[in-house]
Structure formats: C-alpha cells, structure tokens
C-alpha cells in the first residue's frame, strides 16, 4: 500500500492555527489570539463561539465525544468521555459542546493520586483547558490538553506546575534581555524529546506475566549473545518493525507530531523515535501521544512496545533524551551568536543553567528517580547517578580563560581578549561522541539524559526551568543594579564557573575513576530512587519552588508522597509477580522435569542394571538445589514484602522496598535463572532473551 503524502495527512487531526484562522470569524479569531499571547483567560462569549467552530471541526473528523485530557500526578494521561450528544423533547439529539465544556471541565478525581492533597470531602476537582497546546481528534474523541486543579487552587496534575515554570524562567529571561536593550514580551523553552523503546513478538509478550503485569522480565538467564557486536545500530529495519514505524509516524503527522528520525538502537530490538523540538509543554503533551500510539499500534504488527526503562537484564536498557534550549522571536538563546554582544548574552544564560544545575543536582536527580530508572542509571549504558555538566574541550578552555583572567589560545594559536572581543569559535560537541554525560551541552541547546523512557516529560522540564528562572533572577537583580553592564555581566559570568566549575566534568561519565572523583568534588551520588526522592523536600527546594511561583510547600510535599507511594507500589507489585510466578510455573515446570528424569534414570536401571546414569543425575542434582533455592527465596521475599507493608511511614517503607525487597527479588531471580541454564527447553514455560531479543 502506497504511503500517504506526508504534507497531506500533517496536522489534519489539529484544531491548529491554520483551522482557527480558516474557521473562526475574523473577530473571534484576533481576539483568542490575542488572550492567548497575554496568557489571560478566554472570556466565556469568546469561549462560546470558539467551541461551536470547534465542534462542528470535530464532528467532520468522525468525533463524537470531548474529554480533558489531562496529566495526572502518576504521570500518564487521563481521559473522561462526554458525548456531544443532547437530547431534545421531540425524541431527537443535537449535538452540544459548550464554551463552558470548552474551558473547564469537572472530575471526581478521588481515585487519582494527590499524597494526600484532596480530602474526600472535597474530592471533586476541575481542569482547564491549556489553549497554549492545540485540540485535537483521538479515536473518535475531540481532546482538550488541560490543567487539573483541586477546588482550593492546588496543583493535581504534572502539567499546572510546568505552565507555571515555563512563565517563570519566561518572566526572568525576559528581565535579561532588557538589559541588553531587547524588549521581548515572551521567551519559550524548547524541548525536542528522543524517545527509546524495544519492539518485541506479541506471542513472547503474552507468555510472560512479568511483562504484562510489570512491563520488564523479572526473571531470564542470560543468552549466550548480547548487544557485544553491536550490528543492530542503525541496522536495517525488520519489515514488520518498519511497518510499524511508517504506522506509527502517519498517525503522529496527523496528530501534528513532527516525528523525524527513526533507528534501531545499540541493544537487540531496541529503537528510537525522535521528534523536530517544540514549545515545552506542546513537546511533553506529543512525547505522551507518542508512547500512547507506540503501546497502542504495536500489535497491529504482530508486536508489543515496550517503554519500560530496563526490560532486559544485560543489555542497555531506554532512556528518553530531553534536548532544552530558550527561545525569543528569531534567537535561540543558547546560541553563541557572532559579535561580542551576542556572546555576553550566550554567557549569561549558558552561566545560568551551569550554575542551575550545580545547585540544584540533587532536584536534577530526583525528578528522574522511578523504580524503573533506578535500574538503568550507573548500568554501564546510561550516565551515573551523578550530575554533572558536559561542555567539550574546546568550550571548556574558554572558560577556563575566562574564570582564570588568561589569555585563551585557541587551537590554531590566535590569541582572543575575551570580554570585548568576538568569543573563538569552538566545535560542536567535539568529544561527546560516547554519550556519557548525563547533561550535555551540544552546540545550542543542553541535553538532559538521566530521565527513563517511560516517564512524562513534565517534571524533569518542570525543575530544570524552574531552577534556571531563579538563577536568571538572582543575575537580573544583581545586572538591573549595575553601573558598567559590560563589566558587571562579565564579572558575574567569571563568578559563576569560578564557583561552579566543580559540576563541569568532559571525561568518560561511565567509568568508576569519574565516581571517585566526583566524589572528591563534593558531587551528590545516590544509586537509590528511593533516596533521591528525599530531595524533594529538602528545605532550599521547597524554598526554590515557593520563591517561583511554582510548587507550594503542600503541593511539593503531596508530590514527594505521591513518589514515595509509587516507588513502594511498583515493586511490590513486581515481587507479588515473581512469587506468584516461582511458585505456579517456574518450581512446577522444574519438578516436571526432575520427575521426567527421575523416571528415565529408573527405566534405564532397570532395563540396563549397572548402567551409567551421570549427566541425568548430576541434572537432577543441580536442578534440585536450584529449585528448593528458588523456594526458599520466594519464602524470604514474601516475608521481605510483609515487613515492608508493615511500615506506616512513606519514606520508610519506600527505603525498605528498596533496601530489603529488591535484594530478595534479586537473590530469587539468581536462583531461577540457574535453574532456565539446565532445566529443559521444553520444560521451561518462559520465552527465553534470545528468542524474545533475537526473533526473526
Ligand atoms: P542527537 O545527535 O542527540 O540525535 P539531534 O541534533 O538529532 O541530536 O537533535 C535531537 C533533538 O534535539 C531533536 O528533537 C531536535 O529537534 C532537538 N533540538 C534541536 N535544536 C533544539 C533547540 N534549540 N531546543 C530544543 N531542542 C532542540
Ligand atoms: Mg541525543
């Protein structure tokens, strides 16, 4: 079948700019524009006209229900259908969509997550719709992105806290460029988020429990190959993978979702998705479309997605690479620019995001801590469980230049006088090429690298803004005072990698001599999710998150529970999993074994007295002691599992999950995973790495 232009099918699901401006009246249209570029909201006589247009689009486009479509504080999406149907006297409907349905919606929101945010009482809660991100049509749904909020104006959902953090760093960025004589009403963030993912056989998938039930295996010995040749990397496509991936990019150009490049991974039945960057919160709502449809279009081919940060033991596991950069109207402002104008402005901002990130790793760290990602950061695939800032040699050398008043020699020896001189050209991402960096600095924009494959975008983008709004504001309080500006802002940008230079780190982030001296430099390092997740509340981030307007102190603590729980909840669920997989499969298929030996070992006596029996024998021998270890584990996990649910304090229990629990889950699996290594192929009843990794 022939593949659709992509021109045609681009956005057509969209209630986008271009359908506004052909759709709306003239008048209706320039005013939305204009509340929506003040940021203010839609008065309901607008919102009244816009949703009559907007329903009659969507009804063209096969919809027949709305729903807000929002982020709840677990992360993924949540959806309510109402239909558009009303029914009139005469026995007939007309179809109704409101300004008011537009703009706010109402949801019982008890079953969602809120750390205790939202007593019962009061448990309804209300969205409102994000107009800064398009409606578009889903499945026969017109779907509004929006914010949730409880009654009592607190933050339930992922998305309310980034609108907020975008409009700060906005805000202070803003303030910067001022000062450099730009009068901009409105800076962006931009984010382009490159999305990792395993494909694999939906008959695989359908046979293990662990990956339905916890998205990774839980257990699986070791295939004899692993990732070592490295031939799958930009290798040819599978044809049921590469009908997978034209499926999947139509139905993202329909949804306005530039999906760009596509590849396979270094890891077997490993690939990526990366989009063209977009405005933050528009990038993080198209990442959460796309695994939506990565989930959703898989089967249709025969296959299941994974998105799951570690699905395989043994081989790299995903991540989901977060590219950030600030931009007003025809500048992107991590761009080193030409004249030496543009290369203080670069300063500053570049200098705000170094110090933002030294200050503020320990937040950096926690809003990528999961269950899941706490097995892939340190893997020797993935950056360690320190922050640290990459930015080439050759930048590098500037700064030094720079903090250290020397002259700077650039490679082919001219000397530069930096401060009133054009800044040396530097190469872009000169040394980077082995991706160890856990943030990287490439050319014009910072790459964040730490966060999981599965996670939503919000809150990871959520910190870093928020954290660089507070350092552009302490720079813009401190510039707006200056008497020579040249002078201050230089001075200011020598103070800061003077102060910070520790976090700036261009070696091998993989390796254990990093760790130490990491170490050296006073440089957080915590392994533990569970850990991490305390920097949530420590006091100068709570501080952090009230001075911008972002998080209160209640809904930061709330979010903080809400993370403790889901770490606690997710590996229990993973240890109910394996105990209930030990003992209904795994030790039943090992004695069914030992039992068909057993008897061979019988018959053959009896047939043959005297005969050998040896290989059967030591079979059973081992395949014995590995099935009453995996018994006896189960046990230790169960009980594990008690102590931990036994705890009454968040942080407690989360710490026991992840202290007691995940080694009991570990010295279980050890102990299986023997056990796959010689009980009988026939016997064993889970697909093993190498056909589910290596299927044809
Ligand atoms: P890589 O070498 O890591 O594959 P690319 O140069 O292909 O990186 O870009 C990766 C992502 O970065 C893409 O989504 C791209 O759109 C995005 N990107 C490029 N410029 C910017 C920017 N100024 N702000 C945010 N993201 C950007
Ligand atoms: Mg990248």
């Known amino acids: 079948m022939p593949h659709p232009n992509p021109k045609e099918v681009y956005g057509s699901l969209v209630f986008n700019e271009h359908v506004m401006k052909e759709r709306l009246p003239a008048a209706t249209y320039k005013s939305l524009k204009a509340t929506l570029q003040k940021g203010q909201p839609l008065d309901i006589e607008l919102a009244n006209v816009v949703a009559s247009f907007m329903r009659d689009w969507a009804i063209e486009k096969g919809a027949t229900h709305y729903t ?208 063209l960057f977009d405005r933050c ?47 007003a109207p025809g500048m992107n402002l991590l761009d080193p620019g030409d004249t030496p104008m543009d290369n203080l402005q670069f300063l500053i901002f570049f200098a705000a995001v170094i110090r933002a990130v030294d200050e503020y790793q320990d937040l950096l760290r926690m809003c990528i801590a999961s269950a899941g990602n706490e097995h892939r950061l340190g893997g020797n695939e993935a950056p360690p469980a320190i922050v640290s800032v990459f930015v080439g040699d050759d930048l590098a050398a500037i700064l030094d230049a720079i903090a250290s008043d020397s002259e700077y020699v650039a490679p082919e020896a001219a000397k530069i006088d930096l401060g009133v001189d054009v800044l040396p050209k530097f190469a872009k991402d000169t040394t980077d090429r082995n991706r160890t960096s856990p943030f990287a600095f490439t050319g014009n924009k910072f790459e964040f690298r730490m966060p999981g494959s599965s996670a939503n975008m919000s809150d990871p983008n959520t910190v870093l803004n928020t954290a660089v709004a507070k350092e552009l504001k302490g720079y813009a309080d401190e510039l707006e005072q200056a008497e020579d500006f040249d002078t201050a802002v230089i001075a200011l940008v020598k103070r800061t990698i003077r102060d910070h230079k520790r976090v700036i780190f261009n070696g ?46 209640t809904e930061a603590r709330s979010r903080y529970e809400v993370k403790l729980e889901n770490y606690a ?37 009896a047939a043959c007295p005297g005969i050998s029996c ?68 026939d016997y064993w009843p889970l697909p093993s790495y190498s056909a589910m990794l290596f299927y044809v």
């Open 68 to 275: 807000h479509w929002f982020q709840s504080l677990t992360g993924i999406t949540s959806e309510k259908h109402d239909s558009f149907i009303s029914p009139m006297k005469d026995g007939t409907a007309i179809m109704e969509f409101s300004g008011r349905e537009l703009v706010r919606g109402e949801s019982d929101a008890s079953s969602f997550p809120s750390g205790g945010l939202r007593a019962t009482a009061e448990a309804r809660g209300y969205t409102t719709w994000d107009p800064t991100s398009y409606a578009f049509v889903k499945d026969g749904t017109l779907c509004i992105p929006t914010a949730f909020c409880s009654w009592t104006g607190e933050a339930l959902d992922e998305k309310t806290p980034l609108l907020r953090s975008m409009k700060a760093v906005s805000d202070q960025a803003c303030r910067i460029l001022k000062l450099f004589g730009k009068d901009i009403a409105h800076v962006d963030v931009t984010v382009g988020l490159e999305q990792e993912y395993f494909l694999i056989k939906k008959e695989h998938y359908e046979q293990r429990e662990d990956l339905i039930l916890t998205g990774r295996t839980l257990f699986g010995a070791a295939p004899a190959k692993g990732q070592e040749l490295e031939e799958h990397y930009f290798g040819a496509l599978r044809p049921e993978v590469s009908a997978f991936m034209h499926e999947l990019d139509e139905e993202l150009w329909k949804l306005g979702v530039a999906a760009k490049t596509k590849h396979n991974e270094v890891a077997p039945a490993q690939h990526e998705l990366a989009p």
């Open 614 to 681: 040896k290989a059967e024998e030591k079979a059973l021998r081992q395949l014995t002691n590995y099935t009453d270890a995996m018994s006896d584990a189960a046990d230790r996990l169960e009980a594990q599992v008690e102590a931990a649910e036994a705890m009454t304090d968040a942080l407690a229990e989360a710490k026991a999950y992840h202290d007691q629990v995940l080694p009991a889950m570990q010295a279980l699996r050890a102990a299986a995973d023997a056990a796959e290594g010689i009980c009988g192929r």
């Open 281 to 327: 919160n528009v990038a993080v709502d198209h990442n959460l479309l796309t695994m939506e449809f990565m989930r959703r279009l898989a089967p249709k081919h025969g296959l299941v997605c994974l998105l799951h940060e570690k699905p395989f033991e043994g081989v790299n596991g995903s991540g989901k690479h977060n590219n950030w950069s600030l931009s």
């Open 508 to 553: 091998n982030g993989y390796s254990k001599e990093w760790e130490e001296e990491a170490a050296r430099r006073g440089l957080g390092s915590t392994p533990a999710a569970s850990d991490a997740l305390e920097a949530m509340i420590a006091p100068k981030n709570l501080e952090l998150f009230r001075m911008m307007g972002v998080l209160s102190e």
């Open 569 to 605: 909840k997710v590996r229990h669920i993973e240890a109910g999993t394996m105990m209930e997989m030990t003992r209904r499969q795994l030790v039943p298929a090992a004695c069914a074994y030992m039992t068909g030996l057993a008897n061979g070992i019988a018959a053959k006596k």
